[in-house]
Each structure stands twice: as structure tokens, then as C-alpha cells.
């Protein structure tokens, strides 16, 4: 069975960097769009980054102001999320995702046909 696992989480202190990393099984996974979600407590699940299987494109939330950088590396079914300037309310449980289907503009949560378990990323002040 296709799975996705995360890694990299852990505890940093507000204005230092990160990366996460997702490593997929199965060969299918480097033709598929790839995204990263968090979710904060209390909180719904947010859009973070995607990537196109290609890794010829993304796309961010606007929220990020250019802190973060999705990659990927089809070799080593591989993507990862560099994180920079963390701030507190980075704070959340981040999860690797895969889309089947959809392109980077058109998946969502609700389209993603892979998750993995989740990394807790926590910031503090």
C-alpha cells in the first residue's frame, strides 16, 4: 500500500530554520503533484506549498511571505519543506501529501488522494 512519511519536526525557537522532509513508497509517487498542509490545534487544515511532479512548479500560501521552499527529488521520492524565519504560529502538525490527479492550482484537501501521518513543528517566542 502507497504511504508517505514525514519527518524532520521538532522544537526551534522563533526566527530559526527547518526542514521537513517526506519520503513516499512506491514508484507511482514521482508522477503525482505533492503538497505540504498543517493544522494548528484548534484549527482546521491549511494549505501550505505544492509541487508539480516535474518539480518545474509551485505554489505557496500567500501567508508565507516567501519563508518556506518545497522541493523535491523523484529519484528519491523525496520532497521536502525548508522552513525559515519560523514564527510562533507555525506552531502545527505538518502533513505530506499526494494528488493523483490535480495540478498544483487545483488540488486541495479534499483531493489529496495520500496522506502521511504528520510531524509536529512547534515554535516558540
Known amino acids: 500500500q502507497a504511504q508517505l512519511a514525514e519527518s524532520g519536526g521538532g522544537w526551534v525557537q522563533a526566527g530559526d530554520s527547518l526542514t521537513l522532509s517526506c519520503t513516499a513508497s512506491?514508484?507511482?509517487?514521482?508522477?503525482?503533484?505533492m503538497g505540504w498542509y498543517r493544522q494548528a490545534p484548534g484549527k482546521e487544515r491549511e494549505f501550505v506549498a505544492a509541487i508539480s511532479w516535474s518539480a518545474v512548479s509551485t505554489r505557496y500560501a500567500d501567508y508565507l511571505k516567501d519563508r518556506f521552499t518545497i522541493s523535491r527529488d523523484n529519484d528519491k521520492l523525496t520532497i521536502w519543506l525548508q522552513m525559515s524565519n519560523l514564527k510562533p504560529e507555525d506552531t502545527a502538525v505538518y502533513y505530506c501529501?499526494?494528488?493523483?490527479?490535480?495540478?498544483?492550482?487545483?488540488?486541495?484537501?479534499?483531493?489529496?488522494?495520500?496522506w502521511g501521518s504528520g510531524t509536529l513543528v512547534t515554535v516558540s517566542a
Open positions: 501529501a499526494a494528488d493523483r490527479d490535480s495540478t498544483i492550482h487545483t488540488l486541495s484537501p479534499h483531493t489529496m488522494d495520500y
Open positions: 512506491g514508484r507511482a509517487f514521482s508522477t503525482y503533484a
